[in-house]
């Protein structure tokens, strides 16, 4: 983020190194949660009226409410569009395999089912990896890092909206073992900043409406509200969507944006429900708030069961984000270019077809058929006339149907047998691990819960078989399945609680949730970090934690900060500006003591002072406000702006642009002090000035982000380019 | 409905307990006088020696004195009861007459019922006796006898329990749940015709099964008898999506096909296990292939290193960058 390309090119060849974790990238930017105070901003507050100020406040409501409806209507396109192409896929593979399996020839529905899954990957992959990249994965990881005030490139475009609902939709139909609840906060986020803006960049639409709210902190409120929504949405938990976004973006949080969330929150789920009912032709039964399920669990809890499985579970977690973490360095190491993405992702999808191919084909699990044909697509294979294969359940189904079917089996129905429950976990592990990460949309939520799932249940029901005098416990294994949900891998306790708690729609499972959680989330540190942070680690963004390190107080701002700093007089030649822009990449420079002028902001004003300067001087137009925020937040680059020789020697005025009272430390600040500033009030820059109150270097975001504590004590990370 | 009833009846309720109340007091003066002496004889323990055991005995003797229901007494009394309602009260012999009808047809019904239970043929066995049932219980709640009477108060709604109403819901319970309105038309006393159909096409199975089994050869009977079943499954199957199954239906089907897989052992062998295999394996190969292909085919991807402006460079950080040198 410095102006040091210059600088290597007179160094000559800049070292190259392989990927690792241990990088920050230059292409990640800080949001600007500050005001700019400047006196354009002050004139155009003196403008507003009283009335005024409601009306904003009406209209983020109004946002909001939007933000929520919309959300809840894609999360329904989602489930329906999802149902029906896998419901259509499944048919097709079902009729062929039943055909096979009388004359023979079952290898070519194997094939078939590996084909059509690929198929339905491709498509997602292709438009994932050639049109836009940044659709891939869960998209928690990318809002996790908007929250914390990362502005990622691309990531709340509409495109990447329309990449990110399309290829979730190919990828939960090809059979992939992901869910489709991660995709869902991403689409909630990008709703968000469409919405408020409103306009689409891309559409190239502007409907000169809340223009007062395009500005990165109006906006990175609206995309936390969104996020919620999404939640809300994926798991039919307004609350747990809230607070999602508080555990996320906590540093900067009021009340009333607080509530303007649960609104979009409760509209967003309320939408979804609505709408899937009308879909599934009960309207007003509601019975579908999240496009996750578990239906209801009777109330009857022994903790002492549901307790026996959080250790275990938190090491299968790391387990996962272990190798997840491996295979994630060799895929950005070597597997790069767009072409084989695709390839590798229709190559999981294929394996994921013959493997559950080679596990139902291989299984002897049968179990009769329920009176009321609860299983959606049963296989009979070479099961008796009247009974299906158990193991299809689990593998002859999208992930989602297959986890409630292993809660909600009828009780007393012995459904699945250990071999069976062991098997698929161990495959659906492996299979997990292997897909997340792809370049596809997909979550990670619903394979986690499977596999947790049913390593537990496998567990329970071996315990009972050893002991029958428990059999009255029979009736409720789904319960226990349920709470031994493997919540090692992703490791957001609070919001994660409630979501479970809500998404069951039962208290009673609070504290044994909470307590496994708890248990699940402490051994899983002790091994690795969660998931989420595995990736975003490896994206090499710029990610401020909670705190500074903790052995970093002897750092002070001085060696924190980049320096020298430029430096602009307060009317400045048009020449030296186009100059100085031209030849560094930063964003920031610093008039002198009294004030901090923004990149952006110095483009705008050239394109607009230039263009003005080539009529007369006299006639210019006094510019405002707007001109800053119809440019955001695609800033055109210098080099599209051109100055003629005649305007380079014009003199240019930044007094009435720039922000006249930026942050500022002394020196000899410490580096978990200007961490604590930076953090809480969202900073961009922070000005590090000497006794004199002189310039002399300025700390960013990516300053402090590059110090962690490692094995070695603390380290410092590298910038690179990405 | 039935509050209104109940507040509507108000005088009859009183008249009868008063009544009883009569008939409860001769049935003390007996009983008292019988048991006085026990009375007696535990009362008069004095208060200060009672111990538990005591008061227990104190329990046990003046428990029967106050319940005057006790089973010995109804049996001795509940006769004489009866007798003195006085006439309004009563119910009308019309009444009576279908209420015997009804416990005739009802105990024919739930005979036919448990004779029928395994294997399941409640539907086509006792759709006569359940016709009949079902006839005498319209009569009861719906029609009027001679002299206007109507038994639906006084047989169906006339107490708590609602005895005969309850009986009658359970056996309608049986029935909703086997599906039997499915197969049957009660209308015209008689099974559906497509449940003659299958019955005809059940039984070619079974004496095609008969047949082969016989011969002691099972293999035999898997082709022969083949075509058959496979006819009788297909039927079952159209159906199934008609929602034309009743109980018999199902369970003589789900009987046949345990005959054919089980027994049999007719249900399709895995015979291909080696071309699976192999497809299988082939496919497990493909990205093996593939990430080793692209580990020493596709180039590494490089990071350009970027060396930040700093005032000062501090040497006691472990420098990554030295790591991978």
């Not at chain 1, 997840?324 to 590798?344: A, G, K, S």
């Not at chain 1, 307060?570 to 500006?577: A, L, P, Q, W, Y």
């Not at chain 1, 100059?579 to 004030?595: A, Q, Y």
């Not at chain 2, 049935?27 to 006088?33: D, I, K, M, P």
Request: proline content about 4%; some cysteine; charged content about 15%.
């Amino acid at each position: 983020m410095h102006p040091s390309l210059l600088q290597d090119s007179v160094r000559g060849c800049p070292k190259e190194i392989p990927h690792n974790e241990k990088l920050l990238s230059l292409k990640y930017e800080s949001l600007d949660y500050d005001n700019s105070e400047n006196q354009l901003f002050l004139e155009e507050e003196r403008r507003m009226s009283f009335l005024g100020f409601k009306c904003l406040e009406i209209s983020r409501w109004v946002i909001c409410g939007l933000i929520g409806f919309l959300t809840g209507l894609i999360a329904c396109c989602i489930d329906i569009a999802v149902e029906n192409l896998a419901g259509v896929k499944y048919y097709v593979v079902k009729q062929n395999i039943e055909k096979f399996t009388e004359v023979g020839g079952l290898s070519i529905s194997l094939i078939l089912w590996a084909v059509l899954n690929s198929a339905f990957v491709m498509l997602g992959a292709v438009i994932v990896a050639f049109f836009e990249p940044g659709a891939a994965g869960s998209g928690i990881p990318q809002i996790k890092c908007y929250l914390n005030g990362v502005k990622i490139p691309r990531v709340v475009r509409l495109k990447t909206l329309v990449v990110k609902v399309c290829g979730v939709i190919c990828s939960v139909a090809g059979g992939l073992a992901v869910g489709k609840e991660g995709p869902m906060i991403h689409s909630g986020a990008v709703v968000a900043a469409g919405v408020s803006q409103g306009r689409s960049t891309s559409l190239k639409k502007d409907f000169k409406i809340f223009e007062y709210f395009r500005r990165d902190t109006e906006k990175r409120d609206f995309v936390s509200a969104g996020a919620a929504a999404g939640v809300s949405a994926a798991f039919g938990a307004p609350v747990g969507g809230v607070l999602f976004s508080l555990e996320e973006g906590a540093s900067f949080w009021n009340q009333m944006l607080t509530w303007r969330i649960f609104f979009a929150s409760m509209i967003s789920t309320f939408t979804l429900n609505f709408f899937l009912s009308i879909y599934n032709n009960k309207p007003g039964d509601l019975s579908s708030p999240g496009l996750i399920n578990f239906g209801r669990f009777e109330s009857d809890v022994s903790v002492c069961l549901l307790l026996s499985s959080p250790k275990p579970c938190g090491l299968l977690g790391a387990l996962f984000n272990i190798l997840n973490y491996w295979l994630t360095i060799f895929r950005i190491r070597y597997v790069h270019r767009p072409c084989l993405q695709v390839m590798e992702a229709m190559l999981v999808a294929a394996v994921t077809a013959t493997v559950s191919f080679a596990m139902i084909y291989f299984s002897n699990d049968c179990q009769p058929l329920g009176p009321d044909q609860s299983e959606d697509y049963p296989l009979q294979l070479f099961c008796a006339d009247g009974e299906y294969n158990s193991m299809a359940t689990a593998f002859f189904n999208t992930p989602e149907r297959s986890v409630r079917s292993l809660f909600h089996n009828p009780p007393g129905r012995l459904f699945y047998n250990p071999l069976t429950l062991s098997l698929f976990t161990l495959t659906y592990f492996f299979l997990a691990c292997w897909t997340y990460g792809l370049t596809v949309s997909a979550g990670v939520f619903i394979p986690s819960l499977l596999i947790g799932a049913h390593r537990t249940l496998a567990r329970l029901v071996s315990i009972m078989f050893v002991c029958r005098s428990l059999s009255q416990v029979w009736a409720v294994p789904g319960k226990y399945a349920f709470n031994g949900s493997c919540r090692g891998i992703v490791r957001m306790t609070l919001s994660l609680t409630v979501i479970m708690v809500e998404a069951t729609g039962n208290v009673t499972y609070g504290l044994p949730i909470m307590l496994v959680l708890l248990t699940a989330k402490i051994v899983g540190d002790y091994f690795v970090e969660g998931l989420y942070d595995i990736h975003i680690k490896l994206q090499s963004v710029p990610f401020l934690h909670l705190e500074a390190p903790a052995t970093s107080h002897w750092l002070t701002a001085r060696e924190v900060m980049g320096a020298p700093v430029t430096c602009f007089n307060r009317i400045e030649k048009v020449g030296t500006i186009v100059d100085v822009l031209s030849n560094t990449s930063t964003n920031h420079n610093l008039g002198k003591i009294c004030g901090l002028i923004l990149r952006s902001q110095l483009i705008v004003l050239l394109k607009h002072k230039v263009r003005e300067l080539a009529r007369s001087r006299l006639t210019q137009r006094k510019l405002q406000l707007k001109d800053f925020r119809d440019a955001y937040p695609r800033f055109p680059p210098i080099q599209s702006i051109h100055v003629s020789q005649d305007e380079r020697e014009c003199m240019m005025d930044l007094t009435e642009f720039m922000n006249p009272t930026p942050y500022t430390v002394p020196q000899e600040t410490s580096l978990p002090r200007v961490f604590k500033l930076f953090r809480a009030l969202g900073l961009r820059h922070l000005v590090v000035v000497d006794s004199e109150n002189r310039v002399v270097g300025l700390v960013t975001r990516k300053d402090l982000a590059r110090y962690h504590l490692g094995k070695h004590g603390l380290e410092e990370m590298q910038l690179a380019q990405t | 409905m039935s509050f209104g009833r109940c507040f509507l009846k108000l005088p009859y309720f009183t008249n009868m307990f008063i009544v009883q109340v009569g008939a409860l007091l001769i049935a003390l003066t007996y009983y008292t006088n019988a048991q006085t002496s026990v009375v007696a004889v535990n009362t008069t323990i004095p208060g200060s020696e009672q111990s538990a055991s005591g008061l227990r005995q104190l329990a046990v003797a003046v428990v029967p004195q106050s319940s005057v229901f006790h089973p010995s007494l109804r049996s001795q009394f509940s006769l004489n009861l009866l007798s003195a309602f006085p006439e309004d009260l009563e119910v009308s012999n019309y009444c009576v007459e279908l209420l015997a009808i009804f416990g005739q047809r009802y105990s024919t019904y739930v005979n036919c019922l448990v004779s029928a239970a395994r294997p399941v043929k409640v539907c086509q066995n006792c759709y006569g006796t359940y016709g009949n049932l079902m006839e005498i219980y319209k009569n009861i709640s719906d029609q009027m006898g001679p002299g206007n009477v109507s038994c639906r108060d006084s047989l169906l709604r006339s107490d708590r329990l609602m005895l005969v109403f309850l009986l009658y819901s359970n056996l309608e319970d049986i029935w909703t749940a086997s599906e039997c309105n499915r197969c049957v038309s009660l209308r015209h006393y008689s099974l559906t015709n497509d449940t003659l159909y299958f019955m005809e096409t059940l039984n070619q199975s079974l004496s095609c099964f008969e047949k082969y089994q016989k011969q002691g050869n099972h293999s035999e009977l898997c082709t022969e008898c083949k075509a058959t079943y496979r006819g009788l499954n297909e039927l079952y199957s159209r159906m199934e999506k008609n929602h034309t199954l009743c109980i018999d239906i199902e369970d003589s089907m789900n009987m046949t096909r345990i005959l054919w897989s089980k027994d049999f052992n007719c249900s399709f062998p895995r015979a291909e296990t080696v071309p699976v295999i192999a497809v299988s394996s082939f496919m497990l190969f493909l990205p093996i292939i593939f990430y080793l292909s692209s580990f020493l085919h596709s180039e590494q991807k490089k990071r350009k290193l970027i060396h930040p402006k700093r005032a000062k460079s501090n040497p006691s950080f472990i420098n990554i960058q030295d790591k991978f040198s």
